[in-house]
């Protein structure tokens, strides 16, 4: 096992790296931006050193800030947590050349699935449905309108250098296909400095399925089981939750094995997320590959009883993983609920600033990660997720009822949250009974059932 490790990044995710570390018996090394000197993960961390001023493009995306600290601290490896230089596959090659672990996948493969167009490719040759589309980025407007007519509407155009629905456009027709082909190019090489885009089939009002795995450094792949991230606002989740209502064990056990194959075919290592959509009639196809550890990666621990940080930190020192797929049981019902500092009655603007009081949820089935306490000051300068209300219950039924509970008593004053919002989305029939898809949120909010005053 590693000696020390030095956690690359900030917030919420830093401190559950630290409660990893702590107890594998691993030493600590924090690297921090000023504004976050006060913050929990800094005060907690064995060791801490600050690299710069708020801009993450001056602190947190320094890498040569991070390697030198990391040398001086004499670490053996970096944990990149997620966002920042996550999937950054420069920063994981130069991490390798200075001997130190990236704890996550090798560069090569954090660049192969990081473009979408190599992805599918892949993922095709390796025997993973994918949605019906083009093999291969669009050459010109003319190879863009030829496919779309042969394919038929409605039709998706995607950056190959993509994800999150950044250089996306929807087409139902020539005409918006045209406008659409050029939209996301100019889209794309703004965003990512890359205008390749591909095409596929259009899936109208899909459900977003992800399924965490593991991979050792020895062949061994598992499957987690799956998170239900439909619950999203442009491309935010904000509820997620597992198992999903909508998958039989028979369909999981397909997804699963899907999943496991999309992982062996790009020769992946450490933890990862295989997305899929799930059409209204039941059929899966891949949709990308996270090779990072996510922010809803409480809703598998809780129903796996397995802690994937100290997973991927016993990958990346070259332990074999202790289970096998047969261990592996799905045992009750998680939900997580991400509180943002934004207002939902604002239309979800941010709202940063101090936080005068502080009362995290408590109780049978709660867990609360967070780096907030009373006094602390939101920063503007990072995202606005603030906490995760992580439930775990028996049944559905009970975790719902419990995440109302909690949500009732989780109190954060001084500045507005996405907590009412969250409230709301439980407590509604689609949400109840489980039918609800990627376009569900969007609708509750067209339709004024959420009193945003
Ligand atoms: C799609 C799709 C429908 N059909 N691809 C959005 C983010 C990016 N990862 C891919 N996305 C989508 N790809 C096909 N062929 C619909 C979406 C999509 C979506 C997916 C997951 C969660 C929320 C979404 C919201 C809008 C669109």
Known sequence: MFNKVLIANRGEIALRIIRACKELGVKTVMVYSQP???????????????????AASESYLMIERIISVAEICDVDAIHPGYGFLAENAHFAEICASCNIKFIGPNPEQITSLGDKS??????????????????????????????????????????????????????????????????????????FANDDVYMEKYITNPKHIEFQILADEHGNVVHL????????????????????????????????????????????????????LLSSTGEFYFMEMNTRIQVEHPVTEAVTGIDLIKEQIRIAAGEKLSFTQEDIKISGHAIEVRINAENPYANFAPCPGKVTFYNPAGGIGVRVDSHVYTGYTISPYYDSMVAKLIIHAEDRETAIKRCKRALDEFFIEGIQTSIPFCHFLLGTESFHNGMYDTGYVGEVLDSGDFDTK
């Open 36 to 54: 976050d000197e006060e913050s929990l993960p800094v005060q907690l961390a064995d060791e801490a050193v600050c690299i710069g001023p708020a």
């Open 118 to 191: 190599i992805a599918r490719d892949t993922m095709r040759k390796g025997g993973v449905p994918i949605t019906p589309g083009t093999d291969g980025i669009l050459e010109s407007e003319e190879d863009a309108l030829t496919q779309a007519r042969e394919m038929g509407y409605p039709v998706i155009i995607k950056a190959s250098a993509g994800g999150g629905g950044k250089g996306m456009r929807v087409a139902h027709n020539d005409a918006s296909l045209i406008q659409g082909y050029h939209a996301a190019k100019t889209e794309s090489e703004r965003a």
């Open 225 to 276: 089981g799956e998170r239900d991230c439909s619950l999203q606002r442009r491309h935010q989740k904000l509820i997620e939750e597992a198992p999903s209502v909508a998958i039989s064990d028979e369909l999981r056990e397909q997804m699963g094995n899907a999943a496991v194959k999309a992982v062996k075919a790009a020769n992946y290592t450490n933890a990862g997320t295989i997305e899929f």
